[in-house]
């Protein structure tokens, strides 16, 4: 298995997840928003697999045509086959025409368009002018300051609204042990740390892009949609640790530190093999419109 279908193996799991952590205020202000258009025309910005539509397309009662924007071409060519599996088990035929998906059931029509590119390229990529909507689920996390910056610019100059969902902003085990907070420092440290693009927002996504929106003149919702993990559901705080695992030793430098980061992985390990360890990991979603955009 490469690294792309190991995060494709990823971002499915989460799916389950983040569909009960989504912030149902900030996800009904935005169909409120949007109910009086007849037909969608919707970006996902950073699609992966197109989880995130795939959510979306039973919350829409309009017809639908979406553009997947995602900078890994694997990723979306994975997406492609599980949206035909999607549509099988939800009782719509799919069509493949010119690459682009139309999936029918007797009432509705979603059309579905590959764009491989950075989200930071999109005036490039695509003609903004007859979108709806913007959304993103788990990806400004990634994104820097400057970068989200530079898209809020792009959607502002389009008046396209944005729903940004499950943005991390900080994770605890349950039960607390020693060094919980010194690991999850570090593991914040990784995901802000110098990148050719500068720093990712990581934990602060939520503070700056509260800002942001606000400060480009959005009017903004936020609410919070954090995963609670359970004891009996190993499977995901496993893969979180797997994730400490991995990026921690690129950022310490000490051995007595590497040796700390072992014995409390064996530590975590051993919890989740008695059903004793759950975690919580929070997040924040927005809704950001442009006053006077409201039809
Ligand atoms: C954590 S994944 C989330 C995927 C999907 N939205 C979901 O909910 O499953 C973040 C995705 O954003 C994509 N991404 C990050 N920065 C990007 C950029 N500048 N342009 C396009 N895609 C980007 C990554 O390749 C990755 O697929």
Same mark, same amino acid.
């Given at each position: 298995m490469n690294q792309n279908q190991k995060f494709a193996q990823w971002l499915e799991l989460r799916i389950a997840y983040d569909a009960k952590a989504r912030n149902l205020n900030v996800e009904t202000s935005c169909q409120e928003y949007l109910q009086k258009h007849k037909h969608l025309k919707i970006l996902d910005l950073?699609?992966? @697999?197109g989880a995130n539509c795939r959510y979306y397309f039973s919350k829409i009662s309009q017809e639908q045509e979406w553009f997947l924007v995602e900078q890994n071409q694997e990723l979306l060519e994975i997406a492609f086959d599980r949206l035909i599996v999607w549509a099988q088990e939800n009782g719509y035929e799919s069509q493949l025409q010119n690459s682009i998906l139309v999936l029918k059931n007797q009432f509705h029509q979603i059309t579905i368009h590959k764009i491989v590119g950075s989200i930071l390229d999109l005036e490039n990529l695509i003609d903004?002018? @007859?979108?709806d909507l913007a959304i993103a689920n788990a990806?400004?996390?990634?994104?820097?300051e400057n970068q989200f910056q530079t898209l809020l610019e792009c959607l502002k100059k389009y008046q396209l609204p944005l729903l940004a969902t499950i943005n991390y902003t900080g994770m605890n085990f349950i039960p607390q042990t020693d060094n919980d907070s010194c690991f999850i420092k570090y593991y914040h440290q990784h995901m802000q740390r110098h990148q050719y693009f500068g720093?990712?927002?990581?934990?602060?996504c939520g503070s700056s892009m509260w800002e942001a929106m606000n400060r480009i003149g959005m009017k903004v919702l936020q609410g919070e949609s954090s995963w609670k993990i359970s004891?009996?559901?190993p499977v995901l705080i496993e893969l979180i640790l797997g994730f400490m695992e991995e990026s921690i030793p690129e950022i310490i430098e000490e051995a007595t530190l590497q040796d700390e980061l072992n014995t409390w992985l064996l530590k975590k390990q051993e919890m989740i093999a008695q059903n004793k360890l759950s975690c919580n990991v929070a997040h924040l979603d927005f809704w950001g419109y442009w006053e006077g955009c409201i039809t």
């Open positions: 950073g699609a992966g @697999t903004l002018n @007859t979108f990806v400004f996390d990634l994104f820097s720093r990712g927002m990581g934990p602060n004891n009996n559901d």
